[in-house]
């Protein structure tokens, strides 16, 4: 599939301090694609480097087949992570106000926003300030006007944070409408659940560089799985289930024992549990543990996403 933006060993130098390093990856048209990593993995970099807020130190892009987003950016959507419409402004007149900064006509800029909000349950916010709108509503408002020239490429930088569970929601399905549309969209984020339930394809983001560029799945088949079984069962009757590589005693209680198993990459957890009952093994509990995304990337990267990465700049002065 043509991809509509790739970066090809993209690296950024904040002084001595390196805070992307040999950064490559594509995001195919049409997907939705996670750039996932802590706050200060080096995403907000990257972002501004691909709209050419900033130049990269070494390396090239190319996004909708321009060298970076400048020339290109009345196709672009890009919503900041730091946020904060016009306070006094309706939703309506900020919204166009947006548009016209990427040539969108006033008039239609207006309708549009009117029909957008509609569709985001905004209806009643049309005519308020943007100043008495609650954080979800506003955040809203402001993807709306992020794309309300209908963008071909949309990108997001942190578009979940500060939200509550309901509105993230609303969020979630705002992004799919967009691809629904045709639009390419590429989110950063450092809650992988997000990741998880949208995106096509993800890409993993530790201390400045790639851990890793695929599907969800594929990034969670690089995970170790367990299966967990209760009961009188031996270590050795257990190791011996297909797909079982090996078999760790959890506790036991007298004859009883709680077994880890650990399937091989890919094994399937329930041909384990099958051939155990199959066998006769005293099964008296199981549970077979899926691993998430946020299991895989800890496991991809040795980090934890919720740990934050970000080098202060005092640090590295004292480190110098
Ligand atoms: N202008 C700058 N000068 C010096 N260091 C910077 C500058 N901008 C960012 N950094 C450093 O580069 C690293 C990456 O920051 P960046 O904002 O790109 O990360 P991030 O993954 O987007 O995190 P966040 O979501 O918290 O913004 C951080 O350690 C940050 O302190």
């Known amino acids: 599939m043509d991809a509509a933006l790739s970066l090809t060993d993209i690296s950024k130098r904040y002084g001595a301090f390196q805070a992307v390093k040999d950064l490559s990856f594509s995001v ?41 987003g400048r020339s290109v950016r009345d196709r672009i959507g890009f919503l900041p992570e730091e946020r904060g419409l016009y306070k006094k402004m309706t939703p309506v007149d900020a919204i166009a106000f947006f548009g016209a900064l990427k040539g969108l006509p006033t008039g239609e800029g207006r309708k549009r926003a009117r029909v957008m909000l509609k569709q985001q349950g905004l209806e009643h916010a049309q005519t308020k300030k943007m100043k008495e ?79 890793f560029e695929g599907t969800v799945d594929e990034a969670k088949a690089t995970t170790r799985r367990f299966l ?36 091989a990459p890919g094994g399937r957890g329930q041909e384990a549990l099958k051939a155990a009952f199959l066998n006769g093994l005293d099964v008296r509990r199981f549970e077979l543990r899926e691993p998430t ?23 590295l002065e004292a480190a110098r």
Not at 178 to 206: I, P, Y
Not at 252 to 263: M, N, R, T
Request: glycine residues 12%.
């Open 28 to 68: 195919p048209k049409g997907s939705i694609c996670g750039f996932l990593g802590p706050n200060g993995a080096g995403k907000t970099s990257t972002l501004r480097m691909i709209l050419g807020l900033q130049p990269q130190t070494s390396g090239s892009l190319s996004i909708l087949g321009a060298g970076d």
């Open 133 to 211: 709108l609650s954080k979800g509503m506003a955040q809203k408002v402001q993807l709306i006007a992020s794309v309300v020239h209908k963008p071909e490429f949309v990108i997001l930088d942190e578009p979940f944070s500060g939200l509550d569970p309901v509105n993230q929601q609303g969020l979630e399905e705002m992004i799919r409408g967009l691809a629904a549309d045709g639009a390419t969209v590429l989110f950063s984020t450092h809650v992988m659940q997000h990741a998880e339930r949208l995106c096509d394809k993800v890409v993993l983001l530790a201390r400045g560089q790639k851990a």
């Open 228 to 263: 967990e079984l209760e009961g009188e069962i031996a270590v050795a009757a257990a190791k011996a289930l297909p797909g079982v590589v090996s078999v760790e005693t959890v506790r036991s209680d007298g004859p009883v024992h709680v077994l880890k198993a650990e399937l």
């Open 293 to 315: 995304l946020h299991d895989a990337f800890i496991g991809l990267t040795g980090d934890d996403p919720d740990q934050d990465q970000t080098v202060r700049r005092e640090n």
